[in-house]
């Protein structure tokens, strides 16, 4: 970084007596050292808390991991109300049930509803920076639905990305829009009216004058085939290549087999350093090469249905130069915002494929759920690490427990033993957000009770019956499907 301290008044904030995982160049960990905040910004890190000077105000360390905020590459807006329904139910049970709830069901409160509850549960689980689709395969009839899914990371004060763009086919897609009354509208959208909605948005989050949300192109996948002959999906790849030129946005969207050699076929433009491309699940190694070749990061889920459908080659990519990162892919159908928990769960999956527990050690693995995922998302000059001239993104975990006792090796405390629970305190911008596990920003109790009426609202709407009508297979059974 190049920008200088804060002018030589006294620091809004210091944080003392911690051990500071900085990330920096040096990776260098503090023991008893401190931080200092100063219009939002860090404005010293030091090995002794008397280097710094007179601040405002102080919070005692001792006891504590300090990191930079947790940087979440990948997930969905919509999950944290669709966690677990249609389990079971066939093979894409869960993702025909929120299709039809995201797509013909929702209406605005339930985006802003659920955007609360995913901001509150990130919040909670340290990560301070975030991605999310809107929708496991985004909404992408009106802005509104897109603006409505960032309502709650602005209303708590988090840095987040909100991704959209053209979804899976078959084109036509129709959509439902909600009316008051009950009232009822079709709509039919074509791909070339999704790239046009695209751009709205990429205008109207421009138009919120909010530096910590922004808008990345999203589609739902970087090249809808595998054929770069075909037309559809020429078209698709040429019309968000021109948009991430055009606007100069970042390019957030998932990949899976030959999907990248085709996209680099048609628009090798398309790929590069602004690029972050999630699952990559089945790609080939000449893949993995454009990957290298280009820039473009790799965002992996460790707990995602698609790594269990096909293995990305993590460390293969790792080893041919790719910025490959961890992330949650969102917290349905099956799992939670807990990053710092997955990054072990992703360590654990690449040991036992190769039958090699000296991989990833615990330093890379943080790596890659701070500074690295930072990188993936063009911020790495921003947020990720706790050096001079960075946002102040910054948490806290109590090392004063008995899973994390005695509180030595930092790093491999962190990825080895801890969970997103073991954070106390969480810090966005040099203002405390979380302090001691309570929130300073948000209302629990009213956001819980909300997104249950918003979730009860758009279900009734699905025609789905029960929500709480259990598989019949349940219990007793080792399979759902017999």
Same mark, same amino acid.
């Given at each position: ?27 260098? &960990?503090?023991? /008893?050292?401190?931080?200092? &905040? ?22 005692? +360390? ?28 066939? !093979? %894409? ?72 763009? #053209?979804?899976? /086919? #078959? ?18 959208? %074509? ?12 205008? +109207? ?11 990345? &192109? ?20 040429? /019309? ?93 159908? %099956? ?13 654990? @999956? ?5 039958? !090699? ?9 943080? $790596? ?38 005695? $509180? ?13 629970? !073991? &954070?106390?305190?969480?810090?966005? %911008?040099?203002?405390? @957000? ?31 019956? !029960? ?14 499907? /017999?």
């Amino acid at each position: 970084m190049t920008r200088e301290p804060a002018a030589d008044t006294a620091l809004d904030l210091a944080i003392v007596k911690g051990t500071v995982i900085t990330m920096d160049e040096q990776r260098r &960990v503090l023991r /008893g050292g401190a931080v200092g &905040v100063k219009e939002g910004r860090i404005a010293q890190v030091e090995a002794d808390p008397a280097a710094l000077g007179p601040a405002s105000e102080t919070i005692d +360390a001792t006891g504590a991991i300090v990191l930079p905020g947790i940087v979440d590459t990948h997930g969905h807006a919509g999950h944290s109300l669709t966690r677990g329904l249609g389990e079971g139910r066939d !093979d %894409d049970g869960w993702m025909s049930t929120v299709e039809r709830i995201y797509f013909h069901a929702s209406d605005s409160w339930f985006w802003e509803a659920e955007s609360r509850l995913a901001a509150l549960e990130r919040l909670r689980f340290g990560i301070t920076t975030s991605v999310s689709m809107t929708g496991s395969s985004p909404r992408i009839d009106d802005p509104r639905y897109a603006l409505a899914a960032s309502t709650g990371y602005q209303e708590l004060g988090l840095r987040h990305i909100v991704a959209a763009g #053209p979804p899976y /086919g #078959p084109w036509p897609r129709t959509y439902t829009e909600q009316h008051p009354g009950g009232t009822t509208a079709e709509l039919l959208v %074509d791909l070339n009216r999704a790239l046009g909605v695209t751009e709205e948005m990429i205008q +109207a989050f421009r138009d919120l004058g909010n530096e910590r949300i922004r808008f990345y &192109v999203g589609p739902s996948v970087v090249a809808p085939s595998a054929d770069p002959e075909d037309e559809e999906t020429r078209f698709q790849v040429r /019309g968000v290549a021109k948009l991430v030129e055009q606007y100069t946005t970042g390019l957030h969207t998932h990949a899976f087999a030959g999907q990248i050699d085709a996209a680099y076929a048609i628009a090798p433009e398309l790929l590069g350093p602004h690029a972050c491309i999630a699952h990559c699940a089945g790609i080939s190694l000449e893949e993995v090469a454009i990957l290298a070749r280009t820039g473009a990061s790799a965002s992996s889920g460790p707990l995602t249905h698609a790594y269990v459908s096909a293995r990305f080659p993590v460390i293969e990519a790792l080893d041919a130069g790719v910025n490959v990162v961890f992330s949650t892919d969102g917290s349905a159908p %099956d799992r939670s915002f807990d990053l710092i928990d997955q990054a072990r769960i992703g360590v654990q @999956l690449q040991r036992v494929h190769f039958n !090699d527990s000296r991989l990833l050690p615990a330093g890379k693995a943080l $790596e890659m759920i701070t500074i690295d995922a930072a990188r993936a998302l063009g911020m790495q000059d921003e947020v990720g690490s706790l050096e001079t001239g960075k946002r102040a993104d910054i948490i806290l975990l109590d090392a004063r427990q008995p899973h994390l006792a005695p $509180e030595i090796l930092a790093p491999l405390r962190v990825i080895g033993h801890a969970t997103g629970h !073991d &954070v106390t305190t969480v810090i966005v %911008d040099g203002t405390v @957000l979380m302090r001691d596990r309570r929130y300073t920003t948000a209302d629990q109790a009213a956001i819980l009770a909300d997104a249950h009426n918003a979730l009860m609202a758009t279900w009734e709407r699905t025609g789905f019956g !029960d929500i709480n009508a259990q598989h019949p297979n349940t219990w007793r059974h080792v399979r759902y499907n /017999g």
